[in-house]
């Protein structure tokens, strides 16, 4: 694996987990009942994007070794998943 494949590897992995982790304890202002005017209920009343991303980073880091692991020990290639080649042509029959 090139080095540049890691880094695009780990960046989409990283994107992937912040999408998933960004709802995980997020209290709105409708739950709190302390609304700012001009806001929306569901507008975040506690967010924290600082600790979000090192957490995000964490969690990236570890499914991220183990992904480069798996590609880099040849248990799984690029073959096992082509399943256009496996299917039988029209010439065969």
């Avoid at 995980?24 to 929306?40: F, R, S, Y």
């Avoid at 979000?52 to 964490?58: F, M």
Wanted: cysteine-free; glycine content about 6%; charged content about 15%.
């Amino acid at each position: 694996m090139a080095i540049t494949s890691a880094i695009v590897l780990y960046a989409v992995i990283w994107f992937m987990t912040m999408l998933i982790a960004l709802p995980i304890g997020l209290k709105t202002q409708g739950d709190m009942g302390e609304k700012v005017e001009g806001t929306h209920d569901g507008a975040p009343a506690n967010y924290n994007p600082r600790r979000k991303a090192i957490v995000v980073t964490l969690v990236t880091t570890v499914i991220w070794a183990l992904v480069v692991a798996v590609i880099l020990s040849g248990i799984f290639t690029w073959h096992d998943f082509d399943w256009t080649t496996r299917l039988p042509s029209v010439a065969d029959s």
